[in-house]
């Protein structure tokens, strides 16, 4: 989940899986627009909360970085200028912020958010911080291991940023660098994990293929067959790395403003930046916003907002962590379609995720508590884990991620005077990419070339999503269908 909100990465055969699920959201055909009038109620969903109940979210992560006893900045008033404007106050905008500062110590940098820093899907997701990024594996499948390799070697600068922060700068966010597993719950998936296994190893990465007693040594749960475990990456709290990396700014000289809603945007060569209490302009701007993106009109036809959902458990007992193994506390996910993804806590807890990834009418975010999703996460927790029947739910939210149809993020710059610079779309998969991003961003607007500005994801054409009014209908029939293949198969 971001960036991410899953941040659990899908890989191999699940990448066309999932892309299908998003084409399923977005296709059109001329004999839907009926069926699109016959079924406008499907755009209602009761279960969806209203958009009043967005701040009063029940975030583990939140609460873990004691966010409630934290100073929030106040809102921008007035009219200002400034050399660069960021919109957007996660991984994308901080990152940028974080490159910029150091590259053009002497500008004016002013960053907007909405809420506060960290707010959106990049302090809300499952806090996966994987290697590689999402559209990779297609791409080395294309190119082959060399090239792929190359743009994989670059990807990671993202997690050795982080370790950078947490080494160098103090930023305390429970990194933990374990790796991840992903598990397979049929034999079909456990097929794709061998796959998988040879894709990496034609890149030379590290990876390995468990079985019976191998993988019940990791993970004891009867739900997986075979699982396979990748070294790169780990697992963090990304609420804490988010609001680490605000002061780190600040002392930069970058200036931040919290609570600050910005209502319009008027590109140009200077662009002029409304907000709720004033307004700003600069002749460089970065948009920070990924699955928000839409709300101020920018890559409305390119960029699916859509909803992830997840849970925390009370504290495992000794005995239970004993009788579910674990014991390199690796973010585990499984190759579902809907899949879910799962990792441990410092302080003991499960945080779950996944499921269930819902599209609501309008481009709508919806960020509290979707129970439908929330019951799926409760019965897959344990079925994957039915030792564990009876642990308490202690926590539950949701986020707006950004989605496209090819499944691959972009990184860039647009508009007529080539002064819009952007990072958008990281399909789940952006805590550590968006680490990328933001040192892309910088370099995009210094002119500089380097592996990063050549990453195939730089200026990206994002695929056209199909007409806005039809996409609840196949969204709603698309889900429909996977949620009942996926209980026909459930274990």
Known sequence: MSGSLSGAKPRGAKKVSRRAFVGGVAAGAAGAWALSHGLEQLGDDPAKPPQLYEYFLDNFWFEAADLEHQQINAPLKGSHKADIVIIGGGFTGLSSAYHLSRRFPNKHIVLLEGACCGYGASGRNGGFCDAGFSGLMEWVNKVGPELGRKAFDASLYGIGHIKRLVAEHGVACDFEENGVLEAAIDQEQAAQLEHQLQSYKSMGLDAALLQGKELEAEIRSPRYLA??????????????????????????????????????????????????????????????????????????????????????????????????????????????VLFDYQRPTADGRIVIGGSDAPYFAGDAPSSGNYRPALELLTRSLFT????????????????????????????????????????????????????????????????????????????????????????????????????????????
């Open 227 to 336: 699982a396979l475990k990748f070294p790169y990456g780990g697992i963090l709290n990304p609420a804490k790395l988010a609001r680490g990396i605000k002061p780190l700014i600040e002392r930069a000289g970058v200036e931040v403003r919290e609570r600050t809603l910005v209502m319009r945007v008027t590109p140009g060569k200077v662009h002029r930046v409304e907000t709720e209490m004033g307004d700003i302009s600069a002749p460089v701007l970065v948009l920070a916003l990924n699955g928000y993106s839409p709300r101020l009109g920018f890559f409305r036809d390119r960029v699916l907002p859509l909803c992830s959902y997840v849970i925390a458990t009370e504290p495992l007992t000794k005995a239970q962590w004993e009788s579910i193994g674990w014991k390199g506390r690796q973010g585990l996910s499984d190759l579902r």
């Open 384 to 491: 994957t884990f039915p030792q564990l029947e009876g642990l308490r739910i202690d926590h539950a939210w949701g986020g707006t991620m950004g989605f496209t149809m090819d499944f691959t993020p972009s990184v860039g710059v647009m508009g007529d005077h080539k002064n819009i610079f952007y990072g958008v779309a990281y399909n789940g998969e952006g805590v550590a990419f968006t680490q990328t991003a933001g040192r892309i961003i910088s370099e995009l607007i210094a002119g500089e070339q380097s592996e990063f500005t050549e990453l195939f994801v730089v200026n990206h054409k994002m695929p056209y999503l199909g007409p806005a009014s039809l996409r609840i209908v196949f969204e709603r029939l698309y889900r429909w269908h996977l949620m009942r293949n996926a209980a026909r198969t459930v274990r």
